[in-house]
């Protein structure tokens, strides 16, 4: 299955600020998920980025608040912007398996907001 | 789309002891069911998947699950717990019939492995 890194492991940043999270792969992968983890919460999909095409949002977020790139099939980034204590949380990505469903995760970014 | 629901979210235990974590989700057409263990401040490690086949499926340290499509349940077994199982522990679900690549997370159920 694919490796993924994921930078930074955390932050601390000060509110109205931006951090753009990175995720490498160690492989080519179509579908990229980005998810955010509320504290003493479960995973909340934030968008689908597939390369070459705009990025899939779901329903509660938004392109401004969470722009993300694809640039090629091994990365993609996404950016938590004019951040407000209530973005505290992990931000984790994951690829999808087309070949196993196996849906590997990155280690994820704690992100803290002061 | 689906849902999946965790029915428990804490489970204490003793250890060497057996547990079972429920997960239901909420169609009974055809899915593929995860679960993940998350370690205190770790990402996610899977632990066993079902995408066809056999009902059981057996995953890493030692926990198994079993596929029931007429109660539409992936229940999350071990025979014996150890303290280094207690972690927070996520069924999820993937809907390959409508294309949704995107796995949908259950609640979670943090499982306490006491002495």
């Known amino acids: 299955s694919a490796v993924i890194s994921q930078k930074p492991s955390r932050d601390i940043c000060q509110r109205g600020t931006s951090l753009t999270i990175q995720c490498q792969v160690d492989s080519q992968v179509t579908m990229m998920f980005w998810y955010r983890q509320q504290p003493g919460q479960s995973l909340t999909l934030i968008a689908t980025?597939?390369?070459?095409?705009?990025?899939?949002?779901e329903s509660g977020f938004v392109i401004d608040k969470f722009p993300i790139s694809r640039p090629n099939l091994t990365f993609s980034t996404l950016t938590v912007s004019n951040m407000s204590p209530e973005d505290s949380s992990i931000y984790l990505c994951s690829v999808g398996g087309a070949l196993n469903y196996g849906y590997t995760f990155g280690s994820g970014t704690r992100l803290t907001v002061v | 789309a689906q849902s999946v629901t965790q029915l428990d979210s804490q489970v204490p235990v003793f250890e060497e002891a057996p547990v079972e974590l429920r997960c239901n989700y909420s169609?009974?057409?055809?899915?593929?069911l995860f679960w993940y263990v998350q370690y205190p401040n770790q990402g996610l490690q899977l632990l066993l998947k079902?995408?066809?086949?056999?009902?059981l499926v057996k995953g890493i340290n030692g926990f198994e699950a079993e596929f029931n499509k007429s109660q539409t349940s992936f229940h999350l077994r071990k025979p014996s717990v150890h303290i280094s199982d207690t972690a927070e522990y996520f069924c999820a679900v993937s809907d390959p019939d409508t294309g949704r690549r995107a796995l949908t997370f259950g609640s979670g159920t943090r499982l306490q492995v006491q002495p």
């Open positions: 169609s009974s057409v055809s899915v593929y």
């Open positions: 980025a597939n390369q070459g095409s705009e990025a899939t949002y």
């Open positions: 079902y995408l066809s086949g056999s009902t």
